[in-house]
């Protein structure tokens, strides 16, 4: 069974939307905190608030999916009905990828502190800035993909975050060819590792969408190095 179909069975049901509520949640905060650490690592704004724009919300995501998880264990003991539990193991699948990205965002800032003394701001833009973007476009549309569970837009995410994985495995063969610093090679091959993380689980969120549970992670599945 797919999300969309059970999702049309429980659209009324408080407990679902809630759920719902909570998970977009959990990915409003990670894009928020992915444009905190792009900006200071890709543009070089000023590190001013780490603590408020991304641990803190780190700590949010991560209460996020223990309430959720809590909610979806006390459901089912309650003897809710059988088609339930498809739902149940959904959203127990969906918040972990969720949390990933959070601490995979704080991978990224953890760079932040590696880069040189006076980083050279066009290099990072170049290799980065870029794939920046769309990667903080697919955090809204993986959101709205799952939240109105609409075939079309989750499949789209699953190619585009698909492709930009592939774009940054060959990323990151060009760094360890070229004449970079060691300090710039390691800092930049580490946050394309880190981007294509991110954009796995938002892939793997959307696969939520169009993918029978067996099924979920796995769409399309093949070699993504070049």
Not at 75 to 95: C, D, H, K, Q, Y
Not at 130 to 140: G, P, S, V
């Amino acid at each position: 069974m797919r999300f969309k179909s059970i999702l049309s069975l429980f659209r009324e049901d408080d407990w679902t939307r809630s759920l719902m509520e909570m998970f977009d949640q959990m990915l409003v905060l990670s894009g928020g905190m992915f444009a905190y650490t792009t900006d200071v690592l890709v543009r070089g704004t000023a590190d001013a608030d780490p603590a408020g724009s991304v641990f803190e919300p780190d700590k949010r995501i991560n209460a996020l999916m223990r309430q959720i998880r809590r909610r979806v264990v006390s459901r089912l003991s309650l003897g809710s009905s059988r088609g339930e539990v498809p739902t149940a193991l959904i959203f127990m699948n969906a918040v972990k990828d969720a949390e990933r990205i959070g601490d995979y965002v704080k991978n990224i800032h953890d760079v932040t502190e590696l880069l040189p003394a006076q980083p050279d701001r066009q290099l990072y833009a170049d290799w980065l800035a870029d794939r920046t973007a769309r990667i903080d476009d697919l955090f809204a549309r993986t959101r709205r993909a799952f939240s109105t569970s609409d075939d079309e837009a989750a499949a789209r995410v699953i190619a585009d975050t698909r492709a930009l994985g592939r774009e940054c495995e060959k990323a990151i063969v060009a760094i360890t060819e070229s004449n970079l610093t060691t300090r710039d090679a390691v800092c930049l091959a580490l946050v394309l590792r880190f981007f294509k993380r991110i954009t796995s689980h938002q892939s793997n969120i959307a696969t939520t969408v169009v993918m029978p549970i067996d099924l979920l992670d796995f769409h399309d599945e093949g070699p993504t190095r070049p």
